[in-house]
């Protein structure tokens, strides 16, 4: 089995995210812990929080995939950029512990020309100024499709991270499809190896969540344009396959897939049809 969910927007608070949830058929969200695009975020209240842990609780969900905000640079050539980055990722680590037991994903960031080493130190600096011992929520860095100076696209880039972060138990990784076949792995034609591959780099109990999307590129092209289940380059066949994929049994999986609501609905049952 394996818990299936879309990105759903905070705007009616988090019980409404379930709810809708419920009502599209799925088991987890996803959802931005703030503005996208960066930005102000809407105060929490808790009874609303503890309605939808309650819901949550009611409705056998899995682990929310809580989803750092694109502005979010750690290793920017820029100086304010940088400190801007360390200030959202405190502010939502600190967030997140009204949620406990849940992932936080992100994408690393992008080191701006400073080069890759001096980009995953910068990363696993920030997370190691802001994660503490107590924390209950897991860190998860997304996979990306190596874009520009992207860091990250490469298991091994995350492993360097991983490496440097001080409580290796409170991080892990967030597999996207879209940005591993974009970055270069053949998952449709062999998953097997890339699996295998990802197991002997940062080892598969680091495999924490899927980011489920199709690609409108072709193999390498590290371009991340995410495309609707079947309609892309992965097709789906091979989405089949990485959802029933043993070592992939009991992940939350999250479409991030170009789709308005009856489009999500339909690819939940989609998916859940395959179980
Ligand atoms: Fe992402
Ligand atoms: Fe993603
Ligand atoms: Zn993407």
């Known amino acids: 089995m394996i818990y299936i969910g879309c990105h759903l927007s905070v705007t009616d608070g988090y019980e409404a995210m379930g709810k809708t949830m419920s009502r599209f058929g799925g088991n987890t969200f996803a959802f931005f812990t703030r503005n996208p695009r960066g930005g102000k975020t809407k105060p929490i209240i808790p009874e609303d929080i503890d309605a939808l842990r309650a819901h949550m609780k009611k409705e056998g969900f899995g682990p929310l995939v809580a989803h750092g905000s694109y502005t979010m640079n750690l290793c920017s050539a820029n100086e304010a950029t940088r400190a801007n980055g360390l ?87 967030c597999f996207d499809t879209c940005h591993t076949w974009d970055a270069g792995y053949d998952i449709v034609n062999d998953l097997d190896s890339v699996l295998h591959h990802f197991d002997k780099v940062i080892g598969l109990s680091k495999l924490k969540a899927v ?65």
């Open 87 to 173: 200030d959202m990722l405190t502010q939502d680590l600190v967030r997140m512990e009204l949620l406990p037991g849940n992932f936080y994903n992100f994408h690393p960031g992008a080191h701006t020309g400073q080069g890759m080493e001096t980009g995953i130190s910068q990363i696993a600096e920030a997370l190691n100024q802001v994660m503490k011992p107590d924390m209950q929520t897991t860190v998860l860095l997304e996979t990306m499709a190596g874009k520009g100076s992207e860091v990250g696209g490469t298991f091994e880039e995350l492993r360097e991270i991983i490496d440097r972060v001080e409580y290796k138990d409170k991080i892990g990784v």
């Open 211 to 275: 980011h489920f999307n199709d690609s409108k590129n072709d193999r390498g092209s590290h371009k991340d344009r995410h495309e609707k289940l079947g309609r892309g380059f992965l097709g789906m066949e091979a989405m089949r396959r990485i959802a029933l994929h043993p070592l992939l049994q009991g992940l939350p999986f999250v479409l991030e897939t170009p789709n308005d609501d009856e489009g999500y609905m339909a690819e939940i049952h989609t998916v859940l049809d395959w179980f």
